[in-house]
């Protein structure tokens, strides 16, 4: 990943390498190619969205409930901000939120 520069057509290659990574199990790879996506592009709720997704199959419930609530801070109705947010409160057990969050999608 360091050898990447972060402008351009390569901004939007950072979540597809994100992604690639966390499939072939480099999760530290995976995590710093997610944080320069949303360095490079902060306001982009898609790679938040990702983000959480990673984090949640990761086992990590905090840190893909933050993901998402950032994604929803960009984008309130981003669906799959909102499912996975409302997966992070159905671990916690809380289904009364996950069940509102659930019925503000699209």
Do not use: H, M
């Not at 995976?30 to 086992?59: H, K, Q, V």
């Not at 109705?77 to 996975?84: C, K, P, S, T, V």
């Amino acid at each position: 990943i360091r050898d990447i520069g972060v402008t351009g057509v390569q901004t939007c290659a950072l979540p597809i390498l994100a992604i690639a990574s966390a499939s072939l199990g480099q999760l530290r790879e995976a995590r710093e190619a997610f944080n320069r996506g949303i360095d490079a592009d902060p306001r982009n709720a898609t790679i938040y969205g990702n983000l959480g997704l990673f984090e949640l199959r990761s086992g990590e419930a905090q840190a893909a409930g933050r993901a998402f609530a950032e994604a929803l801070t960009i984008d309130p109705r981003n669906d799959q901000a909102l499912e996975g947010l409302a997966e992070v409160l159905d671990r916690e057990a809380k289904p009364g939120r996950a069940a509102r969050l659930r019925a503000r999608r699209r």
